[in-house]
């Protein structure tokens, strides 16, 4: 409103002669975040949990549309069994309400920057599906687990902080053992 007011008063018939007007308009179609996880694996024979660190690369294909691609590595909370987790994979989420990604709106008159509009990313609810491997290090070996998983994403603002919460389910395979696993996380979203 006040990019577009402004704009207005320039382009007036008297003064238009004499200005160069250009206006740059940049969405932030990527961002990295950085999260704690708690992790649950449910096996055949018993349930492994730990906590750990997560990390997220996200871009935004459209305002609803956007791919992640995540790393992460926990370790085992049990005392009885020495493991750790260590995870990849992909996910295309759709983004259920808000815009994906913040914007920004500069005005330039002659080549010099008069205006500059932020807006944020905002609220986001996101749901999605993915791939996801893990490798799990136990003291008896090390297993390979792949398969499908659900997610979702609320992304909320505070004090100009973008706050992650995570949740996904992963159903996957490791030889003939099916293992259930179950993430939740809190984290930060950076634009790039």
Sequence with gaps: MRLSLLT????APAMSWALDLSA????????LSVSG?????????????GTGIRADF???FSRKVS???????????????SSSFTGYGGSFYYNLFSECCGESKTLNVDGV??????????????????LNQYLLNGSEGVYSASGLGVGANYVFEVKSWNIKLSGRFADMISGGNKIQATFL????????
């Design 24 to 31: 740059l308009t940049t969405k932030e179609t990527n961002a």
């Design 67 to 81: 791919f992640e691609l995540f790393l992460s590595s926990a370790f085992s909370n049990d005392k009885s069994v």
């Design 185 to 192: 996380g809190i984290g930060v979203l950076f634009p790039l």
């Design 113 to 130: 920057p008069l205006v500059h509009e932020s807006q944020s990313r905002g609220q986001q609810f996101q749901v999605g599906l993915g």
């Design 8 to 11: 207005a008063l320039i382009l």
């Design 58 to 60: 996200l871009h935004a």
């Design 37 to 49: 996880e708690m992790s649950q694996f449910t096996l055949d024979d018993g349930s492994l949990s």
